[in-house]
């Protein structure tokens, strides 16, 4: 395992700890039934006063669902781009390593996803205008596909060749949007803010161990250089090739 690799699981393993600490924190401090139809939630002081600050937003709540469907998009997008692959190559083995790695991504956030929806830590600070009830809210997983979508496509712009201003210009729109939907999710007043932290934190995991397994870039400074990207000659290595040229001709 090579030192990028490691470093980049063991930022995974702080994220990782980090939502378990909160995990621990809102399950067992500071419990009290501050949300609607008598739910509970803990660090209640802590969410509490910071729910009162923001309140319910719900055009921006509208905002941030309409981003979730284009997350949405853009995970669907990668995966038609693994399936043109298998057609086109006619083996699994040929289809890019980075869509393997990208797929295993996504299965472990649809895995978690489900598992908190049956698992409910704590519920949503409000009930939603369509909703038939409180509703699961820890973590939050918008924040969770923001970071781990959005963060791996960011990635995976480095992996292919694109030219160096659609490439940045991407990398851009992947930061803006993701964290347009995390702040969004955060101000619109539909989770508590430790629903949000988690989200982060697992999210980040996620996204750190997916970097760790994308396969190395090649190294281009090793590579041949072609005729075109040769150096040129210093003037002192021209004038000795003239000489030796000339030497020759009188010989």
């Not at 973590?139 to 781990?148: D, E, I, K």
Request: aromatic fraction near 8%.
């Amino acid at each position: 395992m090579t030192n990028p690799k490691k470093k980049n699981l063991l930022i995974a393993g702080c994220c990782a700890a980090v939502f378990l600490l909160i995990l621990l924190l809102v399950s067992a401090v500071d419990v009290a039934a501050i949300g609607p139809e008598g739910t509970s939630v803990g660090l209640s002081h802590l969410n509490g006063a910071f729910h009162d600050l923001t309140g319910f937003r719900e055009g921006l709540y509208s905002l941030t669902e309409k981003l979730g469907y284009l997350t949405l998009l853009l995970a669907a997008a990668f995966a038609c781009l693994g399936v043109y692959q298998l057609a086109q190559r006619r083996s699994l083995r040929r289809v890019d390593r980075e869509l393997w790695v990208l797929a295993g991504l996504y299965a472990a956030v649809l895995v978690l996803y489900v598992l908190f929806e049956r698992v409910v830590i704590n519920y949503r600070p409000v009930l939603m205008p369509d909703g038939q009830g409180p509703e699961a809210s820890f973590p939050s997983s918008h924040t969770m596909l923001a970071v781990t979508i959005w963060g791996s496509a960011f990635l995976l712009l480095d992996c292919y060749g694109m030219q160096k201003p659609l490439r940045i210009g991407g990398q851009i729109a992947c930061c803006v949007l993701g964290a347009a939907i995390v702040l969004g999710r955060l101000l619109c007043g539909v989770h508590w803010l430790t629903d949000i932290l988690a989200g982060l934190s697992l999210g980040a995991a996620l996204l750190f161990v997916f970097r760790a397994l994308l396969p190395a870039a090649p190294d281009r400074a090793s590579a041949p250089q072609t005729p075109a990207e040769a150096p040129a000659p210093s003037p002192a290595d021209a004038e000795a090739y003239r000489g030796r040229h000339e030497k020759k001709q009188r010989s």
